[in-house]
């Protein structure tokens, strides 16, 4: 038997303690805090020191834990797993000379593109200057006109008037500036200060999206440049200097803005060679890497003015991409398994290759770093994570390639489901064995009692919107007394009944803090006993502000504020349960423990409860292992299954003439017992009328749906909302009722459930034993229990891998089912009930993912599970059905999983890490087959598996671990999205612990390269980070009223200042594969929108690579965006597995912070309101014409023009569907762009999932 032993502190017994508001000393409530600590940090206040002074954290401040020891421990182990696969050198490797590949399994290979590739791949390749035998100083490239000043006369059509003037132009810096007379004084040309005032207009030619010649051929020796505003018509006096012109404008303008007749005219190229070490090649996509590296020497040879070269073995070399760092070192690869040589083969491009000497990937210079991150080695002091005096010491390494850890005094790691509950034998300091006891042997309820909150803030925290933003304020405490309500949850799940204290006032501390104390504890007994707690649950606890009524009770339902919760796992890391004295943080009434990280961390300066729990003689660890005698003390059915329908909720109805009526709420009951439903005015109230439905019909009326708008955030923003509309008629009845659902699975789960009350459907579990024994130890289970209904099989009959996107298509048999659903359902005789409830609910899950089964439907589902089992779809509601009290259930479901049939995708798994899926059995089952991804693959779905880390129970966790391992393995392709999509969630206070601890431990293990980008990138782009600060210099100066200029000006001095502290190369957190050096300042500029967003330009870190153009955004979350974008990308490669190229153009998006990110700038597009303007300023929205005058301007000559339009067509196809089904809103002609090759595409994606913008009561949303 349990018993609850006093904890005295300083000599104080527990009330005392509490009404003195002393705490117990910090180390006492963090007893493993002082781990990690080097003896100068010792006398340093823990919570202030964090456990690693001197080394960089991307989340300071943190201190160790229980849990995050045994983090550390994990991703140690891990650490060696992998050392021992790879060594140090190779990781290092890794991280400084990446190889994005291909696999044969991956993804987004798609093994049907290599159908559809071009035969040949062009190219331009680049040689090492130190190669060639001449000095490279002295060496002459070809001829470049790009910085070329040329001037002369040339006639120019006017917009107004169409006839042509003379004018003198001149072309410098990629302007080109007319005047009315040449600016000459006494025979000698101005200068640039002096003709600025005689300039009549300006052409920026970076703002020409097309040269092209002249449409008239009437006008001899004329030309067009067409930009945004206008199309400007030029001529020339003669062919001499037509050419001149021509060839001048084509060599400054973008490559793709040149029309193909003046391309073939000058012999221009998409990527120039004009350096004396560069060459044109074709290569073959099937080519090897050595086969490339031997053809550009040879092409090289064979060029008409190359260089002599030293002497050199094709061998040592490799290839890397030019202005990437990206590289392809396999000698024996084919090029086209590379991921850009592929982007470059599916869209035409040129494919630009820098020949490296192996010396440079595996040369001492690269792996000199290695030796230089021995300073941030370090060793922590870890004692072992049992409790009481059974530890001992360990001692390890957290980055290197040495993990000394004492073997011999670390415990094994114990099974899924059960802990070592046998004897733990501890031999130092003379310690005697201690028995740990089982679980399952403790067939009694668990005991608590509340002692005290402290700290508590004298307001509840909310927050605000409007349309532009997000805040948090305070509002002051409604109520003087407050309560303590405890929960026992497990998998977000509530397991019982709550248990509420009694209410107590709240009094005032010393630090203007409030105290609540409850002078006479009282102890409180859960209903569920210890040995049927799952080694998932939780208590959680909240503390409410109640007003005490006059009859003495408190209030109850709305009259109460949530104020502060908190959580405690009833079994910790180790798997022993929680016992004594426990102090636990408390948190804002924004979050909700009742799931995720709850807090391991004490502050004594903030919220937290105090709490007793019982103490028991020895330790008692989590024990399944020989079953937990659940049936013995519990009837089979739970509060998940019921063999009874009964449904209740909000449903509006309308009178009997409902053409003329409103929508009225009411509160409608389903009875099966009474086969009835009935209807009131309210939860308690009595009903106004019962329909009874024995013979019923129900049937679906989408005539009669009608959408309408709810205010969310301002008088602009809106909730798009619709009615879900069903009829009811009772047997014999003309009389048909009206009711709406709010959504449409409401509505499906209304109609099945009326359905099978109004069918006279039964259900009972009586043989479930029988049908359970008959399929234990049975393959064949499945033969033996299939009715005449086939299961569907999710195998295709042809050769070729099944499609993802043909695993959402409807089957033919749904299509009938659809429609009999929406047709009148009725009572006929002779039909076998439980077969069909089968085959209903095999329908509905297969059409409505989001669909809730109801607790009969999840009896009916669990009684027949193993007829699911052909299809994976249904394995998740299976899950779902399962009482995870129940020891013999949890382990069938378990010994089910391994002969499921598979996902179509590996990503289907990502399912299994739901909130209500706690079950560590079930979470590490998913994680395997998620670890069956390529890298590649395995990237695409990072954000997902990043949030699937809120629903884990402790920071060690199958999922936390393989994330960690693949980016040790993985730098670059997996190790920076993983770092910012976890640094964006630890400013979330509930999950700042975890996401921190993961964070710290990873950038302690991962490669000295891969550290040092990371920590210039956090202080750079993060939340407080330097351009975070220059935003917000820019927003003060916008306040104060300065000038636009002035405004611009102190940028400018800003990104200057920070340019003298950039390294010559790192990479971008949008783009690891492109490597920048300084910032271009003259070309930063400040953007118009709400949030003054700084347009930033990058030079490439490497010569001949083109600049990177990003915008950074403060004050906005780009979360939203990044997910967007996200699917986007997904719906693209799904399509293009089935063979559709929609051209979708899903940029690229990284949240650095809750509001903070970088945007992809998408280069030569604009956006469809300049394309109107350009069409007719305020009327060209409504011109039909506008889009077509756009491509053909752009796309001069017929073959081009066609090529446009088909990109046009396909991406605005892919965009429609795209934005329908995540119901985008707030879509006008600024936010929706198109390249000038036609590529239709959508940005700013504030507004998704039904949520509009309203502009005059109007919903502009018109494309």
């Not at 130092?428 to 067939?443: E, L, N």
């Not at 636990?584 to 105090?610: A, E, F, W």
């Not at 020895?618 to 509060?639: H, L, M, P, R, V």
């Not at 299809?871 to 059905?881: E, G, K």
């Amino acid at each position: 038997m349990s018993r609850a032993a006093p904890a005295t502190y300083d000599g104080l017994d527990i009330q005392s303690l509490a009404q003195s508001c002393k705490l117990p000393a910090f180390n006492d409530l963090n007893p493993f805090a002082h781990y990690g600590h080097n003896k100068a940090s010792a006398a340093q206040p823990q919570h202030e020191h964090g456990p690693s002074s001197g080394r960089w954290q991307p989340v300071p401040g943190l201190i160790h834990s229980k849990e995050s020891l045994a983090l550390r421990q994990s991703i140690g182990s891990i650490l060696k797993q992998v050392h021992e696969e790879v060594s140090t050198e190779k990781l290092e490797i890794r991280a400084n000379t990446p190889e994005y590949r291909l696999e044969s399994d991956d993804w987004i290979a798609h093994k049907n593109s290599k159908n559809v590739l071009p035969p040949t791949l062009k190219s331009v390749a680049r040689l090492p200057m130190s190669l060639l035998t001449v000095d490279p100083h002295a060496c002459v490239g070809r001829k470049d006109l790009t910085d070329l000043l040329v001037f002369g006369n040339l006639k120019k059509r006017g917009e107004t008037n169409k006839a042509f003037k003379r004018r003198f132009f001149d072309l410098e810096d990629k302007k080109l500036s007319y005047y009315r007379k040449e600016p000459m004084k006494n025979g000698v040309m101005l200068g640039n200060n002096e003709k600025a005032s005689l300039v009549t207009g300006v052409i920026n030619l970076h703002d020409v999206s097309a040269v092209q010649p002249h449409a008239d051929h009437s006008v001899a020796w004329g030309f067009e440049l067409v930009t945004t505003n206008r199309t400007w018509v030029l001529a020339a006096d003669s062919e001499a200097e037509y050419y001149r012109w021509v060839e001048a404008i084509c060599h400054s303008v973008p490559f793709h803005s040149v029309n193909i007749i003046y391309r073939r005219m000058l012999q221009l190229a998409e990527v120039s060679a004009n350096a004396a070490n560069e060459v044109r090649l074709v290569l073959l996509p099937s080519y090897t890497v050595a086969e490339t590296v031997v053809h550009i020497f040879e092409c090289y040879h064979n060029m008409l003015d190359a260089v002599p070269l030293h002497a050199y073995d094709p061998s040592e070399y490799a290839l890397k991409l030019t202005g990437f760092r990206d590289y392809m070192i396999e000698p024996s690869r084919e090029v086209s398994d590379y991921q850009h040589v592929r982007e470059c083969l599916l869209t035409r491009k040129t494919v630009c290759l820098t020949l490296v000497h192996r010396s440079k990937i595996d040369g001492p210079e690269l792996l000199k770093g290695l030796s230089q991150s021995q300073d941030l080695l370090y060793n922590e002091k870890v004692c072992h994570l049992t409790t009481k005096s059974s530890r001992s010491n360990l001692n390890f390494t957290t980055l290197g390639g040495e993990w000394n850890v004492h073997r011999q005094q670390q415990q094994p790691e114990r099974p899924v489901g059960a802990a070592d509950a046998t004897t733990n034998q501890n031999h130092d300091d003379g310690q005697h064995a201690v028995v740990v006891g089982k679980s399952c042997d403790y067939h009694e309820p668990l005991r608590f009692c509340v002692n005290r909150v402290l700290n508590i803030p004298r307001f509840t925290t909310h927050l605000t919107r409007n349309a532009h933003e997000m805040a948090v304020e305070g509002r002051p405490l409604l109520f003087t007394n407050g309560v303590v309500v405890v929960e026992l949850y497990n998998g977000g799940k509530l397991i019982e009944e709550p248990i509420e204290t009694t209410d107590v006032r709240l009094k005032a501390q010393m630090d203007d803090g409030l105290i609540a104390l409850w002078t006479e504890p009282k102890w409180y007994r859960t209903k569920t006993r210890l040995n049927e707690i799952p080694r998932s649950a939780r208590l959680v606890f909240t503390l409410y502000g109640v007003r005490k009524s006059h009859s003495g009770s408190s209030s109850t339902g709305d009259d109460r504020e949530r104020i502060l919760t908190t959580g405690i796992n009833v079994f910790d890391v180790q798997g022993l349960i929680a016992q004594g004295e426990q102090y636990v943080q408390m948190i804002d009434n924004l979050h909700r423990c009742h799931y995720g990280s709850v807090p391991h961390i004490v502050d004594t300066h903030k919220p937290l409860i105090h709490i007793s729990l019982s103490s028991y003689h020895t330790d008692i660890a989590f024990d399944w292992s020989q079953g937990n005698g659940y049936e013995s003390t519990k009837k089979k059915t739970n509060s998940h299954r019921s063999q009874t329908l009964e449904k209740s909720g909000w449903l509006k109805k309308t009178g009997k003439s409902y053409t003329l009526s409103q929508w009225q709420r009411r509160w409608f009951s389903l009875n099966q017992t009474t086969n009835s439903l009935s209807y009131s005015d309210d939860v308690h109230l009595p009903a106004k009328h019962t329909i009874h439905l024995v013979g019923a019909t129900v049937w679906a009326a989408d005539e009669l749906n009608s959408k309408f708008t709810t205010f969310v955030t301002s008088k602009s923003t809106k909730k798009e909302q619709q009615t879900w509309v069903f009829k009811l008629r009772a047997d014999g009845s003309s009389r048909e009722f009206v009711m709406c659902a709010s959504t449409k699975q409401e509505r499906e789960e209304w109609m099945s459930a009326l359905g099978m009350v109004a069918r006279g459907e039964t259900f009972s579990e009586e043989d479930d034993d029988e049908d359970d024994n008959q399929s234990e130890g049975s393959d064949s289970f499945a033969n033996t229990r299939t009715n005449s209904h086939a299961l569907r099989s999710t195998s295709s009959s042809s050769d070729r891998p099944p499609s993802v996107l043909r695993s959402f298509t409807m089957p033919q048999s749904s299509v009938f089912l659809t429609h009999r659903a929406s047709s009148a359902s009725s009572v006929s005789g002779g039909v076998d009930n439980n077969a069909r409830a089968v085959e209903d609910l095999r329908d509905i899950i297969s059409r409505d993912p989001l669909y809730r089964l109801s607790s009969y439907e999840k009896a009916i589902m669990w009684k027949n599970r193993h007829q699911f089992k052909n299809d994976f779809d249904a394995l998740p509601r299976i899950l779902t059905c399962v009482n995870w009290n129940d020891s013999r259930e949890v382990d069938e479901v378990l010994g089910m999983l391994p002969l499921w049939n598979t996902a179509s995708h590996p990503a289907g798994y990502i399912r299994l890490l739901d909130m209500e899926f706690a079950n560590e059995g079930v979470r590490t089952f998913a994680v395997d087959k998620l670890s069956e991804m390529a890298d590649t693959t395995f990237s695409y779905f990072l954000p997902q598996l990043v949030q699937a880390l809120k629903y884990e129970n402790h920071h060690v966790s199958p999922l936390a671990k393989h994330l960690i391992k693949r980016a040790i393995e993985n730098p670059n392709q997996i190790g920076f999205d993983l770092f910012w999509a976890m640094k964006v969630e630890s400013y979330n206070d509930q999950f700042k612990e975890r996401y921190g601890l993961l964070l710290n431990t990873y950038v302690d293990v991962c490669s000295h390269k891969m550290r040092s980008i990371l920590e210039l990138q956090d202080k750079l782009f993060s939340e407080k980070g330097e351009f975070e600060k220059i935003c917000q210099l820019v927003k003060q100066l916008h306040h104060d009223g300065k000038s636009k200029d002035d405004v611009k000006a102190a940028m400018r001095e800003q990104l200057g200042k920070l340019n003298e502290t950039l390294p010559n190369s790192y990479q971008l957190p949008i783009d690891p594969r492109v490597e920048v050096g300084k910032i271009l300042v003259h070309k930063c500029k400040i953007m118009s929108s709400a949030k003054l967003p700084l347009w930033l330009e990058f030079e490439n870190a490497e010569e001949g690579g083109d600049p990177v153009v990003i915008i950074f955004k403060a004050g906005d979350d780009v979360r939203q965006d990044c997910l967007t974008l996200q699917l986007i990308r997904l719906m693209d490669e799904m399509w293009r597995e089935d063979g559709k190229d929609l051209a979708m153009e899903p940029y690229k998006c990284v949240s650095t912070g809750p509001m903070t990110g970088l945007v992809q700038v998408v280069l030569h597009s604009v956006t469809t309101a300049a394309i109107h303007k350009r069409g007719g300023g305020v009327i060209g929205a409504f011109d039909d014409t506008s889009f077509a005058s756009w491509i053909g301007a752009n796309n001069g000559d017929a073959r081009s023009y066609k090529t446009a339009v088909d990109l046009f067509l396909r991406s605005c196809a892919g965009y429609c569907v795209a934005t329908y089904v995540l119901g985008i809103g707030d879509r006008h002609n600024d936010n929706i762009m198109i390249t000038k090759q036609g590529r239709y595409f959508h940005i700013d994606f504030g507004h998704f999932l039904g949520f509009m913008k309203y502009q005059v009561r109007r919903q502009d949303n018109r494309i």
